[in-house]
């Protein structure tokens, strides 16, 4: 069965760790995205990558981190450098750049 | 720059009314227009899309939406609600010329009463 699983649902971090959120897509989609989302914001676009080894950051990349160095996976790091980490993160994937995204479940972080 | 307006934060409807969900934006070129739908403490689903051609789009789980070039509206229909589509519905833009950017709408809650 295709689909995006992000690992875990649920996380919760002390403050000044670094964390890193799972991606996992069997899609074989060309491109991936993480979102953050914030209750009253919609999503907001932190890293996206159309390629395998390469990456563009988003809207709100700062305090964050990601690699892609499989198609499949594309795990995201919320460094300690992000001021306000606890949000609810969602990845995607799409078949090629211009196409429509599939989500995951999302990963809920609680940073304190 | 891409920009997507829900003006409506929240809705309630009754079960068996009919729905109207608002959606403008704003893109420079011929845009890629969605409609996602997503359940507390759930990913986004996609319900329809609009790339080119006919501008009434039929989506899952009965729903529709029309492109109005005119309006820089993209508006999501469903002629009878019911309960289980309480949700929170998203719009989002893109389009060939953003490097798969999608921008986001802040979304509309809907509630439905029985």
């Known amino acids: 069965d295709g689909g995006i699983t992000q690992s875990p649902k649920y996380l919760f971090r002390k403050e000044g760790q670094n964390v890193t959120l799972s991606c996992e897509q069997n899609l074989n989609h060309d491109a991936m995205y993480w979102y953050r989302q914030d209750p009253g914001q919609g999503l907001r676009l932190i890293y996206y990558?159309?390629?395998?080894?390469?990456?563009q950051k988003g809207d709100i990349a700062e305090g964050y981190s990601v690699s892609r160095e499989k198609k499949e996976s594309f795990p995201l790091t919320v460094t300690s450098a992000q001021k306000n980490p606890t949000a609810f993160y969602l990845c995607?994937?799409?078949?090629?750049?211009?196409?429509?995204?599939?989500f995951g479940p999302g990963t809920r972080l609680t940073v304190t | 720059a891409q920009s997507v307006t829900q003006p409506d934060i929240h809705i309630t409807v009754s079960e068996g009314a009919s729905l109207e969900l608002r959606c403008n934006y704003s893109y420079g070129a011929t845009p890629y227009l969605f409609w996602y739908v997503q359940s507390p403490g759930q990913g986004l689903q996609l319900l329809l899309k609009y790339f080119s051609g006919d501008t009434l789009v039929q989506g899952i789980k009965g729903f529709e939406a029309e492109f109005k070039r005119s309006q820089s509206s993209f508006n999501l229909r469903k002629p009878s609600v019911h309960w289980s589509d309480a949700a929170e519905y998203f719009c989002a833009v893109g389009g060939a010329g953003t490097a798969s950017k999608l921008t986001f709408g802040t979304g509309t809650r809907l509630q439905v009463t029985l």
């Open positions: 995607a994937s799409s078949m090629d750049r211009a196409y429509e995204q599939y």
């Open positions: 990558s159309q390629i395998v080894n390469d990456f």
